[in-house]
T-cell receptor, first 115, second 114 residues
Framework: GAVVSQHPSRVICKSGTSVKIECRSLDFQATTMFWYRQFPKKSLMLMATSNEGSKATYEQGVEKDKFLINHASLTLSTLTVTSAHPEDSSFYIC???????????FGDGTRLSIL | AQSVTQLGSHVSVSEGALVLLRCNYSSSVPPYLFWYVQYPNQGLQLLLKYTSAATLVKGINGFEAEFKKSETSFHLTKPSAHMSDAAEYFCAVSESFGNEKLTFGTGTRLTIIP
């Protein structure tokens, strides 16, 4: 079945640093990728939708300059949390969708902890 | 606009008992509905989906869900709970299959009592 790999699975870093999270589709071409944020004991909140080769579409309230999304190829999207602060600590999950009428496939998430 | 309400943030059932997780939706167009399962520190795995074909949908791991338009519901059931079913379950809705935006419910944590 469709596999989405997300890396790293866990990252701990100091406040002020930037962190890059990668999301790869391993056996299909992901024309669209999605980035979600999940707070403890909460649901997933869509942050942005990215289509290969074009700029990401951010949801209301998500800072574009804070959360940089790049979708340069059909198998890779990256989320960079710039100048991270403790309040950015969360579980970030990506998903990817193939061409046509296919459901989203989710990565295993990245737990980001900012000290 | 679309939304999902999951009644009961926590559900506990005994091993072997019926599992019933409730989901009600709101959508301005005929909805596409999904149930996902999330194990600790992992992403989401698709259990089943409703795409306007049969109203009773069978998924993986013995789960099924029934779409009831009159009740705007899409409850998830499993006849006999297994210890491995303990996880967080999310109902989600979108306005087209394979579409862009999924709107998730707040999730239901299922605990299985030995």
């Amino acid at each position: 079945g469709a596999v989405v790999s997300q890396h790293p699975s866990r990252v701990i870093c100091k406040s002020g640093t930037s962190v890059k999270i990668e999301c790869r589709s391993l056996d299909f071409q992901a024309t669209t990728m999605f980035w979600y944020r999940q707070f403890p004991k909460k649901s997933l909140m869509l942050m942005a939708t990215s289509n290969e080769g074009s700029k990401a579409t951010y949801e209301q309230g998500v800072e574009k300059d804070k959360f940089l999304i790049n979708h340069a190829s059909l198998t890779l999207s990256t989320l960079t949390v710039t100048s991270a602060h403790p309040e950015d600590s969360s579980f970030y999950i990506c998903s990817a969708r193939d061409r046509g009428l296919k459901p989203q496939h989710f990565g295993d998430g990245t737990r980001l902890s900012i000290l | 606009a679309q939304s999902v309400t999951q009644l009961g943030s926590h559900v506990s059932v005994s091993e072997g008992a019926l599992v019933l997780l409730r989901c009600n939706y709101s959508s301005s167009v005929p909805p596409y509905l999904f149930w996902y399962v999330q194990y600790p520190n992992q992403g989401l795995q698709l259990l089943l989906k409703y795409t306007s074909a049969a109203t009773l949908v069978k998924g993986i791991n013995g789960f099924e869900a029934e779409f009831k338009k009159s009740e705007t519901s899409f409850h998830l059931t499993k006849p006999s709970a297994h210890m491995s079913d303990a996880a967080e379950y999310f109902c989600a809705v979108s306005e087209s299959f394979g579409n862009e935006k999924l709107t998730f419910g707040t999730g239901t944590r299922l605990t299985i009592i030995p």
